[in-house]
T-cell receptor
């Protein structure tokens, strides 16, 4: 399975942008890049996903490097409610697109 | 509300008992999953069903048996519960497996 590497933790001030990095140097051409987050005592929540092109939705933006070996989740304006563990996950057709969660990045947002 | 719902939310039981956790989704998705999150917070996939057929079966003790009566339901039955089964179990569903999953709010199982 292709693996991802994320920082254990990051900190941001409220109302500032946050860039959460993810390295996936062994990504294959058919792997999708997914981002999920898990707020305390809740189930994981879908944030965004992409294959090759950058993606935007109401929650965040996903910037994918040209070689696809890294990606960055961008929260444009962090709020206290964005404090969560953020997971960068690769899914591939050979494993039935199963999502295998790693340790993720714990994001702390301070007022 | 459209969602993935799990029952019960909390389950405390003694070692050796048999218990079930139920999951239902009203999103019209064709694939459902069970995940386990242990005390170290690692989320691991256990099973996946697509249109009532088992498609993913990770290395899980055979005391765990998923059952999918229809594509909107995926229940998890656990026999002879052990202390190490204590965890939070999450159900999820997706329309196409390569797209986003919707997770339930979890069932916290405590085996005493």
């Amino acid at each position: 399975d292709a693996k991802t590497t994320q920082p254990n933790s990051m900190e941001s001030n409220e109302e500032e942008p946050v860039h959460l990095p993810c390295n996936h140097s062994t990504i294959s051409g058919t792997d999708y890049i997914h981002w999920y987050r898990q707020l305390p005592s809740q189930g994981p929540e879908y944030v965004i996903h992409g294959l090759t092109s950058n993606v935007n939705n109401r929650m965040a933006s996903l910037a994918i490097a040209e070689d696809r070996k890294s990606s960055t989740l961008i929260l444009h304006r962090a709020t206290l409610r964005d404090a969560a563990v953020y997971y960068c996950i690769l899914s591939d057709p050979n494993s039935g697109y199963a999502l295998n969660f790693g340790k993720g990045t714990s994001l702390l947002v301070t007022p | 509300d459209t969602a993935v719902s799990q029952t019960p939310k909390y389950l405390v039981t003694q070692m050796g008992n048999d218990k079930s956790i139920k999951c239902e989704q009203n999103l019209g998705h064709d694939t459902m999953y069970w995940y386990k999150q242990d005390s170290k917070k690692f989320l691991k996939i256990m099973f996946s069903y697509n249109n009532k057929e088992l498609i993913i079966n990770e290395t899980v003790p055979n005391r765990f048996s998923p059952k999918s009566p229809d594509k909107a339901h995926l229940n998890l039955h656990i026999n002879s519960l052990e202390l190490g089964d204590s965890a939070v179990y999450f159900c999820a569903s997706s329309q196409e497996r390569r797209l986003g999953y919707t997770f339930g709010s979890g069932t916290r199982l405590t085996v005493v």
